[in-house]
T-cell receptor, first 113, second 115 residues
Framework: ETGVTQSPTHLIKTRGQQVTLRCSSQSGHNTVSWYQQALGQGPQFIFQ???????GRGNFPPRFSGLQFPNYSSELNVNALELDDSALYLC????????????FGQGTRLTVV | LAKTTQPISMDSYEGQEVNITCSHN???????ITWYQQFPSQGPRFIIQ???TKVTNEVASLFIPADRKSSTLSLPRVSLSDTAVYYCLVGDKRGYGGSQGNLIFGKGTKLSVKP
């Protein structure tokens, strides 16, 4: 148990719809990073939030956006869903941007049909 | 960015020792080598990290030769529960190899342990 919880665990959406995924970070952690993991691939970095501000972004289009709240929980929003967005979405929390080890949640499995 | 290369898959039997080798030919002087384990439908979890020579913990051992261009994760006497994907990462002391303070994962090695 890492103390990082994600919801929902599974989700099915239709192409073109919008989705919001949620992550509660480990107690005391102020940094949340989101990763996308397609089937058979390693996790790919989407973006990171540190103290409620976006603090780094990977090679993902603007329809991938996020938020971090004062309690350091976070949301990942994806607009105009495409079939290729089907993946396991992982969030990882840490204390300080890049200063401590990251702990992952169990992920949200998103299927776009 | 130091890229890593690992075998795509490995098979083993319960009770055997498993060695997974990772190549990282252009590792930088300040880089560490970190290994993560991921079970199906779970997030990756840190298992071991090293800079040079040998590191051992309760889960695994990590062997790093003097030139540091490769490393070997050793799992002693594996059990069925060790079936997972193992990722080798190169980066700072916390494992972060990306310029955005992010982890960089390759495809990993899928280890299947059979009874």
């Amino acid at each position: 148990e890492t103390g990082v919880t994600q919801s929902p665990t599974h989700l099915i959406k239709t192409r073109g719809q919008q989705v919001t995924l949620r992550c509660s970070s480990q107690s005391g952690h102020n940094t949340v990073s989101w990763y996308q993991q397609a089937l058979g691939q390693g996790p790919q970095f989407i973006f990171q939030y540190y103290r409620e501000e976006e603090n780094g972004r990977g090679n993902f289009p603007p329809r991938f956006s996020g938020l971090q709240f004062p309690n350091y929980s976070s949301e990942l929003n994806v607009n105009a869903l495409e079939l290729d967005d089907s993946a396991l979405y992982l969030c990882a929390s840490s204390l300080g941007s890049g200063t401590t080890e990251a702990f992952f949640g169990q992920g949200t499995r998103l299927t776009v049909v | 960015l130091a890229k890593t290369t690992q075998p795509i898959s490995m098979d083993s039997y319960e009770g055997q020792e498993v060695n997974i080798t990772c190549s990282h030919n252009n590792i930088a002087t300040n880089d560490y080598i970190t290994w993560y384990q991921q079970f199906p439908s779970q997030g990756p979890r840190f298992i071991i990290q090293g800079y040079k020579t040998k590191v051992t913990n309760e889960v695994a051992s990590l062997f790093i030769p003097a030139d540091r261009k490769s490393s070997t994760l050793s799992l002693p006497r594996v059990s069925l529960s060790d079936t997972a994907v193992y990722y080798c990462l190169v980066g700072d002391k916390r494992g972060y190899g990306g310029s955005q303070g992010n982890l960089i994962f390759g495809k990993g090695t899928k280890l299947s342990v059979k009874p």
